[in-house]
């Protein structure tokens, strides 16, 4: 479990650094008409943590959120991380395998954070690179706000 949850902090750390600092406008960026918006992806992942919180209490649903405001969103999205992660730290019995857990909503959100920070790039508005095996990263540390980052490069 503590791999699985240290996942879930990383999965915090990194896609509070890909959307931190994000003009709402570019929360609606796309690069063409097919594609997904950073608002479109991070509901998406939003709706992962809620199938994961789920598919571990027992009751497995799935719905599609149209996305919210960009800070709305991103409140959405932390809240639902955490709500996982507070059910995973609760010892309560997993209705779910951690390998499958970590395999389909967590791999998939984890993806998604880099498509973010990639379409932050294309939209001219890049994050900071980081050596993130420095990173100071706690199992339970879920929320919006992370430690600052302890070696960024350009």
């Known amino acids: 479990m503590s791999l699985l949850r240290h996942t879930l902090a990383t999965l915090a750390y ?24 950073p608002a479109e992806i991070l509901a998406h ?16 649903s799935w719905h599609n959120s149209k996305p919210l405001a960009w800070p709305r969103e991103m409140e959405r999205f932390f809240a639902a991380l955490k709500k996982f992660d507070d059910y995973l730290a609760s010892g309560a019995p997993l209705h779910a395998t951690e390998e499958r857990l970590f395999q389909g909503p967590v791999a998939d959100a984890l993806t998604h954070t880099g498509q973010i920070a990639m379409l932050r790039r294309l939209a001219g508005r890049p994050m900071k690179g980081e050596n ?16 600052a980052p302890r070696l960024e490069f350009e």
């Open 14 to 37: 990194r896609a509070g650094k890909a959307t931190r600092d994000l003009p709402e406008e570019l929360a609606e960026f796309r690069i063409d008409d097919r594609s997904r918006t």
């Open 45 to 60: 992942m939003g709706d992962l943590l809620d199938w994961a919180y789920a598919m571990a209490s027992g009751v497995p």
């Open 132 to 147: 993130y095996f420095k990173a100071h990263i706690q199992v339970g540390v879920v929320g919006v706000d992370q430690p």
